[in-house]
């Protein structure tokens, strides 16, 4: 039973456009949400989280909204740049818990 | 990824053997996570532990493994009698603290392969 789900498998968007993955949970229970991105052969580097109090955080060309009663958040990149070719990973947890709870991951390709 | 170091990067072993991976958190952090990812997986989420305490090992295989973080030195994922299905990449996590909203960050992970 999968809590968190990224449904699009990949995503590709040209260089200087908006990229945007989306990312659906089902566990209400679910407070924090977070944002990593994975390059091949490498660990995941958090990009950004939000919690639950907020609908929306910003961080230079990354934002992350949260939609709480449709269960969804998504993270936008703007302008995108080739090196965010990389695997983005949704991931949540709650106050009860520290495991991170993630997604299969979208692979996002930035081309020039 | 500079800061928390897993070793091996790469690990064989013959089904039946043991597998011993370690994790040195990044400087400062005293909480440690255990992530596993199969192929076209997510992670998934193994072991949670503190200097010398387990504090959630609810996603942990019941058999054959075991973590450990002693009071000196890196903490341990000890994988007894590897089986094929074994065969993935482990990912260990460190943060400051253990609140909930405190991100962790990853080392680069450990590649087992099972002959």
């Known amino acids: 039973d999968q809590q968190v789900k990224q449904n699009s498998p990949s995503l590709s968007v040209q260089e200087g456009r908006i990229s945007i993955l989306n990312c659906d949970y089902t566990n209400s229970m679910f407070d924090y949400f977070l944002w990593y991105k994975k390059y091949p052969a490498e660990g995941p580097t958090f990009l950004i989280s939000i919690s639950s109090i907020k609908d929306k955080n910003e961080d230079g060309r990354f934002t992350v909204f949260l939609n709480k009663s449709a269960k969804h958040l998504s993270l936008h990149i703007v302008p995108s740049q080739p090196g965010d070719s990389a695997v983005y990973f949704c991931a949540a947890t709650n106050q009860a818990g520290t495991a991170l709870i993630f997604g299969k991951g979208t692979t996002l390709s930035v081309s020039s | 990824n500079a800061g928390v170091m897993q070793n091996p990067r790469h690990l064989v072993r013959r089904r039946g053997q043991e597998a011993r991976l370690r994790c040195s958190p990044m400087?400062?952090?005293?909480?440690v996570y255990w992530y596993r990812q199969l192929p076209e997986e997510g992670l998934k989420f193994m072991v949670y532990l503190q200097k010398e305490n387990i504090i959630d090992e609810s996603g942990m295989p019941k058999e054959r493994f075991s973590a450990e973080f002693p009071k000196e030195g890196p903490s341990i994922l000890r994988i007894q009698q590897v089986v094929r299905g074994d065969s993935a990449a482990y990912f260990c996590?460190?943060?400051?603290?253990?609140?909930?909203?405190?991100?962790?960050?990853f080392g680069d992970g450990t590649r087992l392969s099972i002959l």
């Open positions: 996590a460190s943060s400051p603290g253990g609140g909930y909203n405190q991100p962790q960050h």
């Open positions: 400087k400062g952090h005293s909480h």
